[in-house]
């Protein structure tokens, strides 16, 4: 899966969580999901769920400690499928 | 030090959290599960639990400069029904908080000092003239209502004539906005 997949399936997966819908305009590895896109710290638990139904994934503690950008959200995505 | 945050029940009920325990188990520790699951309501109580957790990370993120992290297991709560207060715990660090529940939200809040808090209920006004409003009823000046942001995200309120800022919490969900800011420099 090429990076650009990732992040456009990251974008779906955030999209009903938003609540700064002009953060979704400029959707890249740099956007933060609580300062640029204002998902509520609950939600973001929901985006790790969904997250590990969409790439079959298991998300451990450590690694939801650090995904707070969608560049986090990537690199965590790539390491577990990689290890999968 | 101080933290707060306050839960929208309109909204949080809607979730349902309490029947999902995938939800559940990312969040929440064996020990705060069996809190939750046995009380007469699950769904507020895992919604006092989640608010004291927020009130919590952000007092420790402030005292200790963190950087910001999604780890809400890491911090466990006792909640104490009768008293409306309740006590987490990060590591060897403890944190006491106050915690009042209507049938409309919940305001989990703690502070090394006195405190002003205010809790507003407007779904129309905006955040920043809830601010204006809230700094001018406590006579706060500031030459501009922006908040200052310290690299973690941490705020405060830059005093106008002084190099000093003071600490500000604030937590906002669906229609209530809550400030909490100390009285005494802590």
């Known amino acids: ?84 | 030090m101080i933290g707060n945050d306050i839960i929208d029940l309109k909204i949080a009920r809607a979730e349902g959290k309490s029947d999902d325990t995938r939800f559940i188990d990312k969040v929440f520790t064996e020990f705060e599960r069996s809190l939750i699951l046995n009380s007469q309501d699950p769904e507020l109580h895992l919604w006092i639990l989640w608010s004291m957790k927020e009130a919590a990370y952000k007092a420790h993120q402030r005292i200790y400069d963190l950087p910001r992290k999604l780890n809400p297991r890491s911090y466990e709560c006792q909640y104490f029904h009768q008293e409306n207060s309740g006590k987490v715990s990060i590591g060897s660090f403890e944190y006491s908080i106050d915690v009042q529940t209507t049938s409309e939200y919940i305001h989990s809040i703690t502070s090394s000092g006195a405190l002003i808090q205010m809790a507003f209920f407007n779904g129309q006004t905006s955040r920043s003239e809830l601010l204006a409003r809230f700094l001018s009823i406590n006579s706060i000046e500031m030459d501009e209502i922006k908040l200052y942001k310290d690299f973690n995200g941490v705020p405060s309120i830059p005093l106008k004539n002084s190099p000093k800022k003071l600490p500000i919490s604030l937590s906002h969900h669906g229609n209530f906005t809550a400030f909490a800011i100390p009285l005494i420099n802590s």
């Open chain 1, 1 to 84: 899966m090429s990076d650009k997949e990732i992040i456009n399936k990251i974008k779906k997966i955030v999209e009903p969580y938003v609540q700064r819908l002009e953060g979704l305009k400029n959707f890249q590895e740099e956007t933060d999901f609580l300062n640029d896109l204002q998902i509520n710290s609950a939600n973001l638990v929901d985006v790790v769920l969904d997250v590990e139904d969409e790439f079959d994934i298991e998300i451990d503690n450590d690694s939801m400690e650090g995904m707070l950008t969608v560049g986090d959200a990537k690199s965590i995505i790539e390491r577990k499928l990689m290890t999968r």
